[in-house]
């Protein structure tokens, strides 16, 4: 089973090298093999030319955007470029640590799950500024309430799917709405979400950190939106919608 690691980075000359090793060095579950996808979504600080090593590479493949689109728009790049079975994100930061790719990624090598979150709440976070914790517990709140979604942390980075379920969906994101938007329409599609505990090393505005306010704003208008719009506007036709949808009731 390969599974493909999906890299978006704008701007992390700083922390690349050490995430890529880490990523490079992770191990994964039995008979499973690795892929990393890495979209340049338009970097200027030297992280293109850092990148150049790896063009002969067998398992690293690299997507250079000729400007800054977005990690929505960086991912669904990604997605298209990759040939795996599963596909997981990683951030090009230091935040998330590849050593948990083993306990997200085994529940669905083993058919146990067709979606996995890697829950940062589980585990007990610390660290991570209160205005970022209450947009996060007001985001969770709001999927759980609107799609019934049963989780703990809607916007982890550490998400991972089952190919099929990807290529279920028509993603729209362009910046970091990908998380509402694939988290509405995952629901919307019933697919469950399954959660494992991974461990955090928050970072702030001067070590690099890109969220914004705004986009809180945008990710609470994005559950809002999805739960509206019709499943026929983002369910593609030829990928079966799962049928306890309606026994969802979501």
Not at 11 to 21: R, S
Not at 132 to 150: D, H, Q, S, Y
Request: hydrophobic letters at 40%; proline letters at 4%; one cysteine or more.
């Amino acid at each position: 089973m390969k599974i493909s690691i999906l890299l978006p980075v704008y701007n992390e000359f700083l922390t690349l090298p050490l995430v890529l090793q880490r990523v490079l060095d992770a191990p994964l579950p039995a008979g499973c093999e690795k892929e990393v996808v890495i979209v340049d979504d338009g970097s200027t600080d030297g992280t293109t030319e850092t990148l150049y090593q790896y063009k002969e590479s067998q398992t690293v493949l690299v997507h250079h955007s000729v400007v800054n689109f977005g990690k929505g728009a960086a991912l669904r790049i990604g997605m298209a470029k990759a040939t795996g079975d599963i596909m997981l994100v990683q951030d090009g930061d230091l935040e998330y640590d590849p050593h948990d790719y083993v306990k997200i990624l085994e529940p669905l090598v083993r058919g146990e799950a067709d979606v996995v979150y890697g829950s940062r709440f589980m585990a007990g976070v610390k660290g991570m500024k209160l205005a970022n914790w209450a947009a996060n517990k007001i985001l969770t709140l709001t999927a759980n309430v609107l799609f019934r979604a049963g989780i703990t942390d809607e916007a982890t980075a550490y998400k991972a799917f089952r190919r099929e379920v990807l290529e279920a969906m028509d993603l729209k994101c362009m910046r970091f709405e990908f998380c509402p938007e694939v988290t509405a329409k995952v629901r919307r599609l019933g697919y469950r979400i399954h959660e494992v505990p991974v461990s955090y090393n928050p970072r702030g505005i001067l070590e690099g950190k890109k969220i914004r306010w705004q986009d809180g704003v945008e990710a609470m208008t994005t559950l809002l939106r999805y739960r509206m719009a019709p499943l026929s506007s983002f369910a593609r036709r030829q990928a079966p919608v799962r049928a306890k949808v309606a026994q969802n009731g979501v």
